[in-house]
């Protein structure tokens, strides 16, 4: 993972138009960017469709207000000054369908988080200046995950994953902790996760369903007690609040839990019988072929030096 407490950089005219002129199609086409002091005005021909008539407009855009990764932009149209203003509404809304955000009177909110869908990347916005030189855009608490461009995780169709158990676990002594698990891992199912993450998805949601096996592997007295030493380090691990990633984002602070618990796992059922493990696997499916798909994409997805950190974790004595 690179952390960096601040970075700045600068988007030139030339940049903005190169970037706005991939999202510029069907009903507008971009003519050109002016960048003055404190604002950034922008030319479009756009479709009237009822009319049909391409209608040249120039909106002057300054920022309202910033926080996290979202900005808010004021948006004024500042030629033709004839047009009736429920018209230019109109004009207005058709222009922001092409580009990335959501435009509502006389706003257009930006989520930096769906523009950069398919980039690992989680920072906050510091600070963002307007000039005829550029536009610069101070950021703070910047990382970028230690996971391999969406390209290197793109699973075949069909690709095996985890299916998430629909039993409780019958543990009263870890219960508690469990059902904070099983809500947590819940909570994410219902926020968004990024497109580079999306082939991690499924096994995140079986993070609970790898920490009771765990902790079924710990109590059996099947399992040598030389392999519980590794298994009890998974279960500290799990139960930790240091993770290998920092957990801002949704799905990321659990891959780290899922890469621990395969990895080990590889280890544990080369001493453990298979049906062993397999009797003790809460989730659905074969186990065996569980752990090969899931250990292949995670030496996929992650980093050397992180997949050194999980093997200094699992070797703790």
Sequence with gaps: MLRASGVAFLLTREDLEETLRGHAAGRAELEGIELQEGAVLLRLNVAAGGLRMVVP????????????????LDVAWSNMPLVPGFLKELAMQKAFEALPGEYRDGTFCIDLADVMQDVPLQFNLAAIAVS?????????????FPVQPAGML?????????VPSTEEARIPEHQSYYQKLRERVRSFTEQKA???????????????????????LARDERVP?????VVGAVIAYFIMPVDLIPDPLPIVGEIDDVAVALFALEQIVKKVPMDVAQELWPGEGKLSDIIAAG???????????????????????
């Design 57 to 72: 407009v120039e909106l002057r855009m300054s920022v309202r207000s910033f926080q996290a990764m979202e900005v808010e």
């Design 132 to 144: 005829p030189a550029g536009i610069r855009v101070d950021l703070r608490d910047v990382m970028a």
């Design 154 to 162: 793109i699973e075949p169709e069909g690709a095996l994953v985890p």
């Design 194 to 216: 990024p497109r580079w993450a999306q082939p991690l998805v499924p096994w995140v949601l079986a993070v609970p369903d790898f920490f009771v096996l765990m902790v079924r």
């Design 225 to 229: 007690t030389g392999l519980k030493v």
């Design 295 to 317: 250990t292949d994409l995670f030496r996929r997805a992650l980093p050397s030096r992180m997949l050194t950190s999980i093997q200094k974790v699992l070797n703790r004595k």
